[in-house]
């Protein structure tokens, strides 16, 4: 079974209230016999999968089977495992279209690290990263019309992928036709290396970058003084509505929320002396026993959860660190952002990767600057006793999205219009120094919607184009996507009715985590980052 895609969108409890009481997997050995309970089986249509299925046929040890593939399954998949049957034990087969991970409303990953070897695609991922794609949009019921990045050969190959199973598949394919067709875009990470090398301010993305969030999970065991039973904390929307209602907000408002949260807590918490004189009392005592008792739950996650921030943001200064960065990735101060980046590595407590994060940046943002001072950064990253692994990760970051590379312009241009438009952006649209950064996506999608996004950069596969504007958008990441991506489309489709963008990756990154994307991509995969933010695993 397919643990992970089920469990971002089940709770246990909920599943148990179907009546399904023993979870296993195909692949486990020394299973039991148990006839009286019947089995439904959710399955990745993998060969392995496939053969564990058929070995389980033969010698089955449940009363029936209800086999459902997460994608399309082979007619001769099929009839093997029809021939494996003699017992007659499967009730049913069918696809149900779930072949990837449902992150938020409007993102889905594929848990998928290290699909490039070089700019080309790594073997077997190219089909994995297809079959996730297509289950999205038969899970959607979209049969799209595909454009992709042009400078991008993964882009190209995927995009022909995903249209061959569409073509071959034309009856899945075949739903009711819209007035505008939805569109499929495909884009390279390597586009815009800025954006998952930044620190966060929004609560979802900062869990996740200085955390790690992994199928929702949160291991919190480093955390000094944890007790037992929040050493892993479980965050999801679906079945917690103060995360549901912060996902997005910045870390000074959640403070204040969990503040409310706590008082209205405390307002709701039985009085230690509270009379249960008569059986209405005693009643609704009872009644309100298990919500107090989630209620508490979610107190003391959320608490433990925030605190950990707060002790990590004023350990590693990243208030500090974070401005530079913002200023770095929005700004076009080379003698401003010199200094500043030289003045932060000169203070003793700044951690390894945000030192290397910083001249990361300034490598990807003054690369061809005719006075850049990169030398003497790592010349400054040697003094501070930074591990070459860590100093070879920015040559390599450079190598994977610097100029050479991008097929857009992800450095804001500096003619006079631009300087003009920034200026007053900052005046009017800013919520504050820390979060001006907008990912590149921002401004492809903004592009796209108004139908101005170049041919000529994001050519459409075949034929045919869109002469209207798209109302059903659907963008896909090669090389993973990120939280703070997330959160642009999360706002683009608040501010543009009529318009419904869904965004996936072949992982959600953080630093650590697209690190090792890159390190893998540019033939540096035995160097791992510590403590990395992966999404699982390729299974």
């Given at each position: 079974m397919k643990t992970s895609i089920v469990s971002v969108v089940y709770t246990q409890s909920e599943i148990l209230q179907k009546e399904v009481y023993l979870f296993e997997r195909i692949d486990s050995q020394n299973r039991d016999n148990m006839k009286h309970l019947k089995a439904i089986c959710f399955l990745r249509p993998t060969k392995e999968n496939v053969e564990h299925l058929i070995q389980e046929l033969r010698r089955p040890k449940y009363s029936v089977y209800f086999i459902y593939f997460?994608?399309?399954?082979?007619?001769?998949?099929?009839?093997?495992?029809?021939?494996?049957?003699?017992?007659?034990?499967?009730?049913?087969?069918?696809?149900?279209?779930?072949?990837?991970?449902?992150?938020?409303?409007?993102?889905f990953s594929l848990n998928l690290q290290g699909v490039a070897r070089g700019r080309s695609w790594e073997s077997s991922m190219l089909s994995r990263c297809t079959q996730g794609l297509t289950s999205v949009l038969l899970a959607l019921k979209k049969c799209p019309m595909i454009r992709y990045q042009l400078s991008s050969d993964m882009s190209k190959?995927?995009?022909?992928?995903?249209?061959?199973?569409?073509?071959?598949?034309?009856?899945?394919?075949?739903?009711?036709?819209?007035?505008v067709p939805p569109l499929l875009l495909i884009l390279d990470r390597s586009d815009d290396a800025i954006t998952p090398l930044l620190n966060q301010w929004t609560y979802q993305a900062m869990v996740h970058e200085l955390l790690g969030l992994n199928n929702n999970r949160i291991d919190l065991s480093r955390v000094p003084g944890i007790s037992k039973d929040l050493r892993e904390v479980v965050l999801s929307a679906e079945n917690d509505e103060f995360y549901a209602n912060n996902l997005y907000l910045n870390f000074g408002e959640i403070g204040t929320n969990i503040k409310n949260l706590m008082e209205d807590f405390q307002k709701k918490r039985p009085k230690g002396q509270q009379k249960l004189e008569s059986i209405s009392d005693m009643k609704a005592f009872v009644d309100n026993y298990p919500q107090f008792k989630k209620m508490s739950g979610t107190v003391s996650k959320h608490v433990t959860v925030v605190g950990e921030l707060s002790r990590l943001v004023s350990e590693r200064q990243l208030m500090e660190v974070s401005e530079v960065e913002q200023e770095l990735a929005c700004q076009n101060d080379h003698s401003n952002a010199q200094q500043n980046v030289r003045r932060l590595l000169q203070n003793p407590r700044l951690s390894e990767l945000d030192a290397v994060r910083l001249v990361m940046l300034y490598a990807l943002r003054y690369e061809r600057h005719s006075s850049s001072?990169?030398?003497?950064?790592?010349?400054?990253?040697?003094?501070?006793?930074?591990?070459?692994?860590?100093?070879?990760?920015?040559?390599?970051?450079?190598?994977?999205?610097g100029k050479r590379v991008r097929g857009s312009d992800l450095i804001t241009p500096t003619d006079a219009v631009a300087i003009t438009k920034q200026f007053f952006k900052g005046l009017s649209g800013v919520e504050n120094v820390y979060t001006q950064h907008q990912p590149l996506l921002h401004d492809t999608l903004d592009q796209l919607i108004k139908?101005?996004?170049?041919?000529?950069?994001?050519?459409?596969?075949?034929?045919?184009?869109?002469?209207?504007?798209?109302?059903d958008i659907i963008v896909f990441l090669i090389g993973g996507a990120t939280y703070e991506e997330a959160l642009t489309v999360y706002n683009l489709n608040r501010s543009t009715p009529g318009v419904r963008i869904v965004l996936g990756g072949s992982t959600i990154h953080n630093t650590k985590s697209f690190l090792e994307e890159v390190m893998s991509a540019t033939g540096h995969s035995g160097d791992r980052t510590q403590g990395s933010g992966r999404q699982g695993n390729r299974r």
């Open positions: 997460s994608n399309v399954i082979s007619k001769s998949e099929i009839k093997a495992l029809a021939e494996a049957d003699e017992q007659e034990v499967v009730a049913e087969v069918q696809e149900f279209y779930g072949d990837f991970i449902a992150v938020n409303p409007h993102l190959r995927l995009a022909e992928s995903v249209k061959q199973i569409i073509t071959k598949e034309y009856e899945l394919f075949d739903f009711r036709k819209t007035e001072i990169l030398p003497a950064l790592m010349d400054e990253l040697s003094r501070r006793g930074v591990s070459e692994r860590h100093r070879r990760m920015v040559k390599s970051v450079v190598e994977y999205g139908g101005r996004l170049k041919d000529s950069q994001f050519p459409y596969l075949g034929a045919s184009s869109l002469r209207d504007r798209p109302q």
